[in-house]
T-cell receptor, first 112, second 110 residues
Framework: SQELEQSPQSLIVQEGKNLTINCTSS?????LYWYKQKYGEGLIFLMM?????EEKSHEKITAKLDEKKQQSSLHITASQPSHAGIYLC????????????FGKGTRLSVIA | NAGVTQTPKFQVLKTGQSMTLQCAQD?????MSWYRQDPGMGLRLIHY???????DQGEVPNGYNVSRSTTEDFPLRLLSAAPSQTSVYFC?????????FGSGTRLTVV
């Protein structure tokens, strides 16, 4: 079965600093989703990547999928308190409509 | 608004009680799934369905039962609640275009 490892598990950054969260798989990723979750709330869809080398950006968040399709990174530029929360990566382990497999999440705190 | 609706949002059960968590979607998605989220564990798949009348087990199915009689609804039943089932439960529906999650049900078993 596919396992996703997220790193770091938790992160505390000063407001205005850049940060990167990684999501690594032992197998090929056929689709990689990034979600954000505010404490005690639901999942907010950020981005989905499918092709090797693909990169997408939305506001100050950029997500990349490596050429081998086994690792994805989420980069936040000039972090703000609104970026705080839990970031989850979810992967499609095969083609077609299959269940997402999730990493354990990265808890991000942004301090002034 | 189109999406996934979960009810209730909060529930407290006593050990041994049974209950059903409701999930409904209006996007005509064939695929639906249930996850539970525990601190530090991410989301773990409980059961999923690829269409009406078809269900299958995920990573942590014990203690839960599902059925899919219509495309729209995918209820999750707790047969005899245990404190280990205290968690936040998320329902999702999906198509080839992506996944949509409900807002979650926070369940506490005392």
């Amino acid at each position: 079965s596919q396992e996703l490892e997220q790193s770091p598990q938790s992160l505390i950054v000063q407001e205005g600093k850049n940060l990167t969260i990684n999501c690594t798989s032992s197998k090929t990723l056929y689709g990689l989703y990034w979600y954000k979750q505010k404490y005690g709330e639901g999942l907010i869809f950020l981005m989905m990547l499918q092709k090797g080398g693909e990169e997408k950006s939305h506001e100050k968040i950029t997500a990349k999928l490596d050429e081998k399709k086994q690792q994805s990174s989420l980069h936040i530029t000039a972090s703000q308190p609104s970026h705080a929360g839990i970031y989850l990566c979810g992967a499609l382990p095969s083609t077609g409509n299959t269940p997402l497999v999730f990493g354990k999440g990265t808890r991000l705190s942004v301090i002034a | 608004n189109a999406g996934v609706t979960q009810t209730p949002k909060f529930q407290v059960l006593k050990t041994g009680q049974s209950m059903t968590l409701q999930c409904a979607q209006d996007m005509n998605h064939e695929y639906m799934s249930w996850y539970r989220q525990d601190p530090g564990m991410g989301l773990r798949l409980i059961h999923y369905s690829v269409g009406a009348g078809i269900t299958d087990q995920g990573e942590v199915p014990n203690g839960y039962n599902v059925s899919r009689s219509t495309t729209e609804d995918f209820p999750l039943r707790l047969l005899s609640a245990a404190p280990s089932q205290t968690s936040v439960y998320f329902c999702a529906s999906s198509s080839r275009l992506g996944y949509t999650f409900g807002s979650g049900t926070r369940l506490t078993v005392v």
